[in-house]
């Protein structure tokens, strides 16, 4: 009975050791086909974009940074002093020409132009007197020497009378400040039923209609803008906005930086202000050219690559950018590397970022 029992033991533990050993070899296999499977599954996850190349129209862009200016922006001034009465508008306010914005006190001014009125009635007695005495009436005014008549309108009085009802008669006018244009209304500084003096700036009235933006582009970037072309404005503050503009004049001095200033006139642009800041964009057509979205150039060892799909797989090529815009580039075979890519060749757009030279992709088809 002892030796069964030794037996079964030495065969458990025997049993026990086979196990053991093929325990590894088991785990081994079973985490090589795991692995190969995942390894598979990693590259079906390759979805990609692509696009077939063809020779196109590349818009190259030209930017620059600029400021923006009313074309029209003047000083509205108080050509008399006297209590502010009346204020109509405010800053920010719209106005329309003809308009009146503000209104001094006139009570004054009315007192002086009824005394002044008096006194022309008497310098005109005056004057009735001085003509009869010398055989004529103020009815033949007309037929009156020139010299006769000025010499009795001094002597009486009545030129200065007249001369005094007229000014106090444009006072009155100047009591009002009217909008010459319509714009914008901009920096009153003074309030209701305080004193201003003659001369006094009340406020700016901005034509928000038409600006100017004047930029600056290098010498070698001259070729691009000349009078008539059309540029973009999209304003720092605003940058998903953008307005027309047109060229209007070229400096034709290059100054100390090697930059030249150029000017353009923005029309339709209500919502800009004056004194903003702006990203100016000039647009040339460069034709021929292999265009490719931004996305699919990526750099690798300080070089610019491309992958071409070919097969089902990515395809590491070397480039040259040769022009950028906001969204793409135009491209060429870097000699250098002995590369090719011509028109026809299918580009990856997308999904790129990982991939390797012959890695398996999927081609994404869905809208």
């Known amino acids: 009975m002892n030796i069964l029992l030794i037996g079964s033991k030495t065969a458990l533990v025997f049993l026990c050791v086979l196990s053991f050993l093929f325990l590894p070899a088991c785990q081994s296999e079973s985490n090589e086909h795991e692995s190969g499977e995942l390894s598979e599954s990693i590259e079906m996850e390759n979805l990609v974009d692509v696009m077939v190349l063809e020779e196109t129209d590349f818009t190259y862009e030209l ?21 502010l009465m009346q204020l109509n508008v405010s800053n920010g306010s719209h106005v329309e020409a003809g308009e009146i914005l503000a209104v001094l006190n006139r009570e004054n001014l009315k007192r002086q132009f009824n005394r ?12 009735e007197d001085i003509l009869v005495g010398r055989g004529y009436t103020l009815k033949d005014s007309l037929n009156i020497p020139k010299d006769i008549m000025q010499t009795a309108s001094i002597r009486s009085g009545y030129a ?6 007229e000014n106090i008669k444009a006072n009155l006018e100047n009591t009002r400040i009217i909008a010459p244009y319509s714009g914008i209304i901009a920096d009153i500084e003074v309030r209701e039923y305080e004193q201003v003096n003659t001369g006094d700036v009340f406020c700016y009235i901005i034509d928000n209609s038409v600006f100017i933006v004047e930029f600056s582009v290098m010498e070698d970037e001259l070729s691009m803008v000349e009078e008539g072309k059309k540029v973009e404005v999209m304003p720092f503050s605003k940058p998903n906005e953008s307005y027309k503009g047109t060229i209007t004049s070229v400096n034709p001095i290059v100054d100390e930086h090697g930059q030249i200033k150029v000017t353009a ?11 903003m800041n702006v990203r100016v964009l000039v647009k040339d057509h460069v034709p021929n050219q292999l265009v490719v979205p931004k996305s699919s150039v990526l750099y690798r060892d300080n070089l610019e690559v491309l992958f071409k799909y ?12 040769l022009m950028e815009n906001s969204r793409s580039y135009a491209v060429k075979a870097n000699p250098d590397r002995v590369a090719s890519l011509e028109a026809g060749d299918t580009v990856i757009v997308s999904n790129n970022l990982n991939l390797a030279h012959g890695s398996l992709v999927v081609v994404d088809f869905e809208e």
């Open 116 to 127: 002044a009125k008096i006194q022309l009635q008497r310098a005109s007695m005056d004057l």
């Open 265 to 275: 006139l923005v029309k339709d642009a209500q919502m800009l202000k004056d004194g």
């Open 63 to 83: 930017v620059s940074n600029g400021k923006l200016r009313a074309k029209r922006k003047s000083r509205l001034r108080f050509n008399t002093g006297e209590e």
């Open 310 to 321: 070919e097969n089902g797989k990515a395809h590491w090529t070397y480039v040259h950018t």
């Open 160 to 165: 200065e009378a007249l001369n005094e009802l």
